[in-house]
């Protein structure tokens, strides 16, 4: 059904579906679950040193044969390292978030690796494809962790007209069937979901990470840290707390410590670590296998 899709026949993969990279989070075993699921598994970066992705790279070669990808976090003061280790492995498909990655577009083209930019506007989303870029995600604020200002439902149509050439990958908000048909419907050619595939079984957060996005209400979700022009969707707890009053109290966006909010694992603890999830958790009450997600997603896109 998805033979002729934009997005499954530039990446190899069965269905449109991406997994939107996680940082620290998104490691070899929830990877190569979702490749294996016929989706396109990405491993988060982050703020990781290249040697933490060498190994995840490995490890996820071992686990699936199917594509996957790597999403490189632009504010990395090592990503240069990070793209070496990108090009030795010959990881087919890059996605990158967090800032301006036209400078690493003539590494990965000359390495013959797809780059596929995550971008908050349909303005950006032009300046990729002019640039080069094999596709573009478009992200709405509904998203988990950081965002921008626009919505997805706003986003994909203005995307989708600027856009000439290249798949539009939408995502934020996007969590199971019905979500998916709706961006396909506005002209998505692909969906990229982060906060499903949190609450999945192969993802390495804590069981009460997990909890708290079953648990989740529109209310307990909101936007922290505005006033660093680097605005954090997060569900609230202590630490959301914390930086709203360090808002308060006048502080500096260069007191916030930017390994202080890229994807913190925390164990058990929820209360102290930034829980970044998107406004899509308070439709979430169930945890899932990968295959389920996407099996079920699928289904519902078929019935439509
Ligand atoms: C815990 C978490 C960590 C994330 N880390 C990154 C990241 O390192 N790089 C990136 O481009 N996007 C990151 N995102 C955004 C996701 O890749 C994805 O675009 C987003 O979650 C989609 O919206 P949704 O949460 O509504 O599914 C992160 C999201 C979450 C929830």
């Known amino acids: 059904m998805f033979e002729n899709n934009l997005v499954t026949k530039l990446l190899g993969i069965k269905y449109p579906i991406v997994q939107g990279g996680m940082a620290g989070i998104s490691e070899a075993n929830l990877v190569s679950a979702i490749s294996n699921a016929g989706g396109l598994g990405v491993i988060g970066s982050g703020l ?6 060498e190994k995840e790279i490995e490890k996820t070669k071992k686990l699936t044969s199917n594509p996957f990808a790597v999403n490189l976090f632009i504010p990395n003061l090592k990503i240069e390292e990070l793209v070496r280790v990108i090009i030795r492995f010959q990881v087919p498909i890059v996605f990158t978030g967090g800032g301006n990655p036209l400078p690493l577009f003539p590494y990965f083209q000359a390495a013959d690796i797809k ?7 349909s303005r950006l989303a032009k300046k990729m494809e002019d640039n080069g870029a094999d596709a573009v995600v478009v992200e709405g604020m509904e998203a988990g962790g950081h965002i921008g200002q626009n919505t997805t439902f706003s986003l994909i149509p203005q995307a989708k007209k600027l856009l000439n050439k290249i798949p539009l990958i939408a995502a934020g908000g996007i ?3 019905k979500t998916t048909v709706a961006a396909f419907f506005l002209g998505a050619d692909g969906i990229q979901m982060g906060t499903r595939f949190l609450a999945s079984k192969e993802c390495i957060v ?4 997990k909890k708290k996005i079953l648990e989740a209400t529109a209310d307990d979700i909101e936007v922290v840290l505005r006033f660093t022009g680097h605005p954090l969707r997060v569900i609230k707890n202590k630490w959301s707390e914390e930086m709203k009053k360090l808002e308060e109290k006048g502080a500096f966006p260069e007191e916030i410590k930017a390994e202080k909010i890229a994807g ?3 164990g058990e603890d929820v209360e102290n ?10 439709g979430i009450s169930e945890i899932k296998s990968c295959q389920e997600i996407i099996e079920e997603i699928v289904r519902e896109i078929e019935k439509v």
Do not use: K, Q, R, T
């Open 48 to 53: 990781m040193p290249a040697s933490w992705l």
């Open 115 to 121: 780059i596929i930019p995550v971008v908050p506007s």
């Open 175 to 177: 969590y199971d069937g």
């Open 206 to 209: 804590s069981e009460a990470y």
């Open 264 to 266: 913190s694992l925390g």
């Open 273 to 282: 670590i930034p829980l970044l999830a998107g406004l899509s958790a308070a």
